[in-house]
């Protein structure tokens, strides 16, 4: 069980996100999504239980970490993969939070979590508080919007608070997000656009001194068109952008989830980096391997984004 | 840690659900929020950590299955309240959802999950396996709706599978619920309905012999309007109705929430049955206040609903 209490952060997430983007050079940030279906042989265990699995998605996201810490600015890990494993999988992720943040990444704990006051009160304290008993504060978590504004202010309280930061889905990148977020209503609103509208005051309250807000929104990269629009009405979000490698979303549309300056948008890929074998040349899975598929996602990023320094 | 496996069940949800139902008659349900700034005085532990308030919070919820189990068909552990323990909580929460079902209760674990296929793959595979490797499986669970179809079919069909039960979102009891749910789409639709039309062929895919489907729907107390009108498009869901009690929804307008055999509802009350000291006299916790608290709400559910053996 990890013990060492994180420090209280000095600045906004917004802030320390910026810096950890200019620093790295990339927006690429890596998906830890340790699907126990997927891991490389080297990474199964004797027995299919929760006991034995625990140790190797624990080995297999260290060798993950190391691969890629000094490449990119930020990982997310995926919370259910985690949850499959019951209490075991809280304690390896716990851990494995605080040893992505000692490799000097920053953390998105991917929950999309969502409820009445109350009740995302606990959760906002439990993942957004650096010093939460939990043992699991990230520097930011993704949300839910459907129970509407108010089950989002717990978040934004302790974002305030905790100086964290939040990711609301707004456009999602699977083809079912047309189910709902695409409909149109009488106002002549998309939903998500609806959606980014409510979110709007809740984005200024959470503005660093430079105007970058710590409050985020889920854009999947498979949208671009709803990226440019989404761009113009929140624009000092940070937009999080799944979908590119094994979902295919289109790398040369990426500019429109990003503003002038090559800012404002982290692009995450997770199976095509941490499960390399599984692609491409289907070599044998590896530290290196990875390491070179983060190589490859970064450089293929960098010839459609220029990240000024402005 | 629990070890012992939960058998496979042999009937659908929706099947034992009713059956719990007619064995206790009421549909009252206990809703397990063990907010920790709410403990009573006997529950408070030394020191304020994870590991000083995870067996308080176990001692505290075993008293109030104790109390309840023979009154009520079901309980509803509130995910929020044991992930804010960290590791810790997880354990007591897989702990403690075997004591129920021991004691003869059904469980929903309210998690309100929903996520891209594979990411919901891995949820349902933890929450709605009876004999699930995380030693976490439920009867039934919670979802959000706003990523669409195709993020809830993972659910859909590990329901299926495990003969485990769901219960959407699709009107929740607090206010900002009208943020998105109530906004009225171009095809006059409101978007709790368009939800629940979406939901429709999902609900008919999980039917029971008898026509239940073990596909339900979260239908906030506070808006018993929304009910009738849901009522009518998914006719054969169970609502799971949340908002009485503490957060003030009429008992007498229940009735817009049940079908005509006074079945099809199940209505949750959290604090004001397992946090009696907080409410009326103030009296001193104990088991026998949460007996007379469940005791009362049972009772005033009858008045209003009457529940038939058809």
Same mark, same amino acid.
């Given at each position: 069980?990890?013990?060492?209490?994180?420090?209280?952060?000095?600045?906004?997430?917004a802030?320390?996100?910026?810096?950890?983007v200019?620093?790295? #050079?990339?927006?690429?940030?890596?998906?830890?999504?340790?699907?126990?279906?997927?891991l490389?042989?080297?990474?199964?265990?004797?027995?299919?239980?929760?006991?034995?699995?625990?140790?190797?998605?624990?080995?297999?996201?260290?060798? %993950?970490?190391?691969? %890629?810490?000094?490449?990119?600015?930020?990982?997310?890990?995926?919370?259910?993969?985690?949850?499959?494993?019951?209490?075991?999988? $809280?304690?390896?992720?716990?851990?494995?939070?605080i *040893?992505?943040?000692?490799?000097?990444?920053?953390?998105?704990?991917?929950?999309?979590?969502?409820?009445?006051?109350?009740?995302?009160?606990?959760?906002? *304290?439990?993942?957004?508080?650096?010093?939460?008993?939990?043992?699991m504060? $990230?520097?930011?978590?993704?949300?839910?919007?459907?129970? #509407?504004?108010?089950?989002?202010?717990?978040?934004?309280d302790?974002?305030?608070?905790y100086?964290?930061?939040?990711?609301?889905?707004?456009?999602?990148?699977?083809? #079912?997000?047309?189910?709902?977020?695409?409909?149109?209503?009488?106002s002549?609103?998309v939903?998500?656009?609806?959606?980014?509208?409510?979110?709007?005051?809740?984005m200024?309250?959470?503005?660093?001194?430079?105007?970058?807000?710590?409050?985020g929104?889920?854009?999947g990269?498979?949208?671009?068109?709803?990226?440019?629009?989404?761009?113009?009405?929140?624009?000092?979000?940070?937009?999080? %952008?799944?979908?590119?490698?094994?979902?295919?979303?289109?790398?040369?549309?990426?500019?429109?989830?990003?503003?002038?300056? #090559?800012?404002?948008?982290?692009?995450?890929?997770?199976?095509?980096?941490?499960?390399?074998?599984?692609?491409?040349?289907?070599?044998?899975?590896?530290?290196?391997?990875?390491?070179?598929?983060?190589?490859?996602?970064?450089?293929?990023?960098?010839?459609?984004?220029?990240?000024?320094?402005?």
């Amino acid at each position: 069980m990890p013990t060492a209490a994180m420090p209280a952060h000095a600045a906004h997430f917004a802030t320390r996100l910026k810096a950890a983007v200019l620093r790295t #050079g990339t927006p690429v940030i890596v998906g830890i999504d340790p699907d126990i279906f997927q891991l490389p042989d080297a990474f199964k265990p004797d027995a299919p239980s929760a006991a034995g699995f625990a140790p190797k998605v624990r080995a297999f996201c260290s060798e %993950v970490l190391a691969a %890629v810490a000094d490449l990119v600015p930020l990982v997310k890990f995926q919370s259910a993969y985690f949850e499959q494993l019951g209490p075991a999988g $809280a304690g390896v992720l716990a851990e494995l939070m605080i *040893e992505a943040k000692q490799r000097g990444l920053l953390v998105i704990l991917d929950v999309k979590r969502g409820d009445i006051g109350s009740t995302s009160a606990a959760y906002a *304290e439990a993942y957004l508080n650096p010093d939460s008993i939990s043992g699991m504060g $990230a520097d930011a978590i993704t949300l839910a919007p459907y129970m #509407g504004t108010d089950s989002l202010q717990p978040f934004v309280d302790a974002a305030k608070t905790y100086k964290t930061g939040l990711f609301v889905c707004v456009k999602t990148s699977n083809p #079912g997000s047309k189910d709902l977020q695409d409909q149109v209503l009488k106002s002549d609103e998309v939903v998500y656009a609806r959606v980014a509208n409510f979110l709007r005051p809740l984005m200024e309250s959470l503005e660093d001194g430079s105007g970058s807000s710590s409050l985020g929104a889920v854009v999947g990269a498979t949208f671009p068109q709803a990226a440019a629009e989404l761009r113009a009405l929140l624009p000092r979000s940070t937009f999080l %952008v799944p979908g590119i490698g094994a979902q295919q979303g289109d790398v040369a549309s990426l500019k429109n989830f990003f503003d002038a300056d #090559g800012h404002g948008a982290l692009v995450s890929s997770s199976r095509a980096i941490i499960f390399p074998h599984k692609f491409k040349d289907k070599l044998p899975w590896s530290r290196e391997a990875v390491r070179k598929a983060a190589h490859e996602t970064i450089d293929d990023v960098r010839q459609h984004v220029a990240i000024t320094t402005r």
